[in-house]
T-cell receptor, first 112, second 113 residues
Framework: DGGITQSPKYLFRKEGQNVTLSCEQNLNHDAMYWYRQDPGQGLRLIYYSQIVNDFQKGDIAEGYSVSREKKESFPLTVTSAQKNPTAFYLC???????????FGPGTRLTVL | QQQVKQSPQSLIVQKGGISIINCAYENTAFDYFPWYQQFPGKGPALLIAIRPDVSEKKEGRFTISFNKSAKQFSLHIMDSQPGDSATYFCAASSNFGNEKLTFGTGTRLTIIP
């Protein structure tokens, strides 16, 4: 069963705690992306990675960190520096030979 | 700076009618324009996409119309069905999709019987 998996589906954390969201893909895609979705604001790019061990900041990277140690995995850490972390987080991936980004099912993070 | 403006924010269409969602962009370097469909609690899925070398692309009941001079593109859903009720996002990128996607703010479409 190929695709992009994100876990967990729902995540609750206390304010001030760091939390890591998982994104795994078995599509052999080179590029991976993290987006944040808020009501009425569409999808905003947090970080993206074109190849292993390399990543770039997106439009709203402050308060987030990522790593890309393996081609299949692109975890996102929401740090305590992120002022308003409650949101729906989406991971996506793309192979270098096409222009289509494929999205995972998302993780809804709620910070209490 | 929002580079892709989408309208309307919400849309209600009767079953069998035509749903039309519009997007406008500013960056003339954009050369790839996809539309994504998202159901509640799910990730977006690619619906249809166009490149600026054509003015229209049709896939089943879904059509993209593209106006390069006006920097506008739109999604038309013919014979709209209740199963089409979802949120639709337009997006744009440059370098034929190899650069990051910039998304519109989304349109919540509701098809009523």
């Amino acid at each position: 069963d190929g695709g992009i998996t994100q876990s967990p589906k729902y995540l609750f954390r206390k304010e001030g705690q760091n939390v890591t969201l998982s994104c795994e893909q078995n599509l052999n895609h080179d590029a991976m992306y993290w987006y944040r979705q808020d009501p009425g604001q569409g999808l905003r790019l947090i970080y993206y990675s074109q190849i292993v061990n390399d990543f770039q900041k997106g439009d709203i990277a402050e308060g987030y960190s990522v790593s890309r140690e393996k081609k299949e995995s692109f975890p996102l850490t929401v740090t305590s520096a992120q002022k308003n972390p409650t949101a729906f987080y989406l991971c996506a991936s793309r192979t270098g030979s096409t222009d289509t980004q494929y999205f995972g099912p998302g993780t809804r993070l709620t910070v209490l | 700076q929002q580079q892709v403006k989408q309208s309307p924010q919400s849309l209600i269409v009767q079953k069998g009618g035509i749903s039309i969602i519009n997007c406008a962009y500013e960056n003339t370097a954009f050369d790839y324009f996809p539309w994504y469909q998202q159901f509640p609690g799910k990730g977006p899925a690619l619906l249809i996409a166009i490149r600026p070398d054509v003015s229209e692309k049709k896939e089943g009941r879904f059509t993209i119309s593209f106006n390069k001079s006006a920097k506008q593109f739109s999604l038309h859903i013919m014979d709209s069905q209740p199963g089409d009720s979802a949120t639709y996002f337009c997006a744009a990128s440059s370098n034929f999709g190899n650069e990051k996607l910039t998304f519109g703010t989304g349109t919540r479409l509701t098809i009523i019987p």
